[in-house]
Structure formats: C-alpha cells, structure tokens
C-alpha cells in the first residue's frame, strides 16, 4: 500500500519549523574555547567543590583548574596518549574530575566515563571495546581495575608538578570530545561517539537562548556517564560563570541540594521529571524559610523523562511563583549530543500535555512513518537531522548504519532514528508519544529491557524471561523480571548473577516465577497479558 504524502502546505509549515539555521564557533575545540575565557579572568573563582579537600580549599579560580589540568595533560601526553585516543575516567564528582576531563581535552583525547558502581565485567568490556590504554582513578577505586587496566591516580600531587602552560592543540572540532556508552538491547552498551563541533554547537545555542555570566552558578549533579551532564560540564566554562559540584550521592537528598543550593547561591540546576516530583514533595511541607534558601535559582531544566502538567503546575505553585524561577523542558536522545528540542514552560495555564518543544540552532526534526514524512498532527517516528548528530556507534558499524540512515525526503541528509513516536503540533512544537521498542527510561537513565532479558536469560536453569516497567507512584517506576525456569532455580543467586553483569539501575526491583510466558497470536510474548507481581 502506498504512503500519501502529506500535502504541501504542511511541508511548507514543517520547513519553516526547522529554520534553525545559525552561526557558532564550529572550527573551535572545547579545549580553546574554555582556555580563551581562562586568559580573560585567570583570578575569576571557576568551581567550588565543598566536599573535596584534596587541595586544602573547597574553591578554585580558572587559572588554578586550568594549570592543573595542563600539568596532568602533560602527564598524559608523556604516557602515549595522542589525538585520536579515547581515555577513560573512573571518578567521583569533585576538582579530580574537572581537572582530568579537561587534561584528556588538552591531550587530544576523548573522554570516556565510567561508573563506579558498575560491575567489573561490564568495566572490563567498555574499556576493551573503545581500546583504552589508560584510565585516571582516585586512589580508593584504583585496586578496581589493576587487573584489567592501566591506570593513574589523579590525586598524586606527583601529577601536578610539570609545566603549566597550555598543551599545543593537535586535535579540530571534528576529533571526538567524548565516548558515552548507554543500555543496548542485544545485551552489550553501545558507545556513543560525539564530536567537539556537536558539543560547541549545543552550548552555543543553550547561551543564546538562556544567557549565563560571571554571576551564575551552575549546579553540577548529573552523574558525568549520563550525557546531561555535558552541558553542566562546559556551559559555565564557555560563558565565564562558575560550577558548583554537588557531593556524591546527595542528587537524591532534598536537604543536601537546599543547603548547597543556599550556600553557593546556585541559578541554573536541572531535574529528572522524577527527581524533581520528589523534591517538590519535600517542599510542600517546609517552612516559609526554605523558599528564601531557593531564590537565587532563575532557571530549572527538565529532561530525561516526560514532564507532566502535574509537575509544571506544581512548579509554579510551589516554587516558580514564589521566586520568579523558570522551568523549560528539553528533550534528546545520547546520539544527538544531549539536547535537541526545548519548550518553555508557561508560568500559568498550564497546556493539558506538555511538549517536547522546537528544536535548536542546526537541528531538523522529522516524524516519519514507512519512509514519508506525515502531516502535521499525525503520529510518526521522531528523527533527528542536524550538528548535534554523533558519528555513529564504536566498533559498530551495522548498527550505526541501521539507526543514522539518509533521509528518504532529502537525500544526501543524515538523520538518526530515535525510536521516539512523536507528532508536530500546529505551533512547531513537537509531542512526545512515546516508544516503539522496548527501551525505556527510569530517573532519566536509558534502559534497553532486551538488555536485562538478556542477562537473566544467561542464568542457568532459566529458559525465558520478560522484563517489563511498572508505574508505582508518579515518582517511583519498578523494573520487573517474569521469569520461566527450571524447578530449584535460586533467585537470590539469580539476583547476584544479575548484579555481576548490569549496574544497579538496571537490576531488576523484583523477580517474578512464571509456569510459562502468556503469548501473542504470532507467538511473542505479550506484555499486556503478564499478570500484576506478587510483591
């Protein structure tokens, strides 16, 4: 059956929707862009870090961070590393980590960030997929991997003893700033690969559109192997504001974030829907007090989830109108470089669904089904055409080829298949609607529920299993595993086996024993029919 097009007034409408087109620094690394602001305000204070004390004071100015940073680059350059390598960080928020991404930056390298809490297999594995020689540790994680990795304790005040001027730049913007690697449905995380132009061109367009300066902060929480946390990185560095890093653990502390948000007078933070649905529950029992400790913040990002009415009227209520602070949703997948689309949330008359917004300077937006793109208000997959697009998957060209396709409406286009159902609005807004796989997101962490059935299924005496995602409460989302196995199966072992293997977001809340799966007509298992668990 033949696809209708869509008539030719919505074409007309759509590609005036994705006028994006503008101007940004695209010969520039992040490297020289962040040195050039350095030279501007060597005395500027640039990152405060209360919670680490490695360096006897909870503060550093652009000229203390960058010199460290261009000591450990030595460092790295003496070691072997070149442009073109990928070097991998092992790390906890704090100046270590700052320091050592922009030294892998200055060495020509790209960075690749590893979670600590992650299983030494998958470790193991990320580091000899992206064929890294190197990996900068704190000396608590160093015993982690001297059996698998070369490494270098970034805390030895060994590191910070050489030369103090920058590094000659060996890379462009079109090396690799950085390596992220997220859930893949086959039962390996894929790499993500992301040029300099890509990161430059999201910063850009985030100043223009929310203008930062000397007085701002921004609050660093994201854990930095979570791609939003890349503007928290480098927006401030760009811009010559400051950071501030939140200790480790604490994103999900209420207390914590109020008393750092107070302390060091932080204006620009970002929320998982989720996370920010839980603070806010905090807040509405507070005393008037609190407020006054929240009012330096201008502007709260959203991302990773869907956003809901629920959480934007909240927003105003408790917060927004108390304090004139803003909330702007924004939306994108890890192979578009964070961030593609935003939509600013009205401080009143919240819209019955929140969309995912317009999309940003360089950046084309697609809803395509069989091929074609529909009309306006139609339902389509969301694909994504523009700067911010990665080079592709690491050491994975089918499915680089597979996801970043050429796009049928305009040859010669590359454009990446999000998976993401959406539908344009009449405004140049776009709706989210959704998946059509199985991939979901859980406190904005992207997890590929092939991933886990994968792992489980790997676990003797198991013969299936289906992981699904159920909705407890409208902050708390449970991951649970049906599993058909044979009699004697342990599911405590079963659980360790799975702790070995996938990081702990992704381990199953709760195992649920089945005689056998319920199945579609063809055969596949059916979701819909699985049984509420026994918990």
Known sequence: ????????????????????????????????????????????????????????????????????????????????????????????????????????????????????????????????????????????????????????????????????????????????????????STGKPKGVMVEHRSVVNRLHWMQQAYPIGESDVVLQKTPYYFDVSVWELFWWALQGAKVCFLAPGAEGNPLALIKTIAKRSITVMHFVPSMLSIFLEYLESRPAETWNKLASVKRVFASGEVLSPSHVRKFNELWGNRTGARLTNLYGPTETTVDVTYFDCPPKDTPD???????????????????????????????????????????DPSLTAERFVDNPSNPGERMYRTGDLGRWLPDGNVEFLGREDQQVKIRGLRIELGEIEDVVRGFSGVTDCVAVVKKHTEAISLIIAYVTCKP????????????????????????????????????????KALPEPSM
């Not at 580091?127 to 001297?146: F, G, P, T, Y």
């Not at 405590?492 to 319920?518: I, S, T």
């Open 1 to 184: 059956m033949r696809t209708v097009a869509p008539p030719a007034f919505d074409l007309e409408k759509i590609a005036e929707f994705n006028r994006t087109d503008a101007l940004f620094p695209d010969q520039a690394t992040l490297q020289q862009l962040i040195e050039a602001r350095v030279r501007e305000h060597p005395e500027r204070v640039a990152v405060f870090c209360d919670h680490d004390r490695t360096w006897g004071t909870a503060s550093l100015t652009c000229e203390e961070m960058n010199a460290k940073a261009n000591q450990l680059a030595e460092h790295l350059i003496a070691a072997g590393v070149a442009s073109g390598d990928i070097v991998a960080l092992l790390l906890e928020r704090s100046f270590s980590m700052m320091i050592s991404i922009l030294a892998v930056l200055k060495a020509g390298a790209a960075y690749l960030p590893l979670a600590p809490d992650n299983p030494l297999e998958r470790t193991a594995y990320m580091l000899r997929d992206a064929n890294v020689s190197v990996v900068l540790v704190q000396a608590k994680n160093r015993e982690k991997l001297s059996s698998v990795a070369r490494t270098i304790d970034v805390e030895d005040r060994n590191m910070y003893s050489g030369s103090i001027a920058n590094p000659r730049i060996v890379n462009t913007s079109r090396d690799l700033a950085y390596v992220i690697y997220t859930s893949g």
């Open 353 to 395: 669904q929140i969309p995912i917004g317009r999309p940003i300077f360089n950046t084309k937006l697609y809803v395509v089904r069989d091929g074609q793109p529909v009309a306006i208000g139609e339902t389509g997959e969301l694909c994504i055409a523009g700067v911010g697009l990665a080079r592709g998957y690491l050491n």
């Open 488 to 527: 004697g199966v342990n599911f405590g072992e079963l659980r360790q086996h799975v702790k070995k293997h996938l990081p702990p977001y992704m381990v199953p809340n709760h195992f649920e024993r089945l005689d056998r799966l319920p199945l579609t007509a063809s055969g596949k298992a059916d979701r």
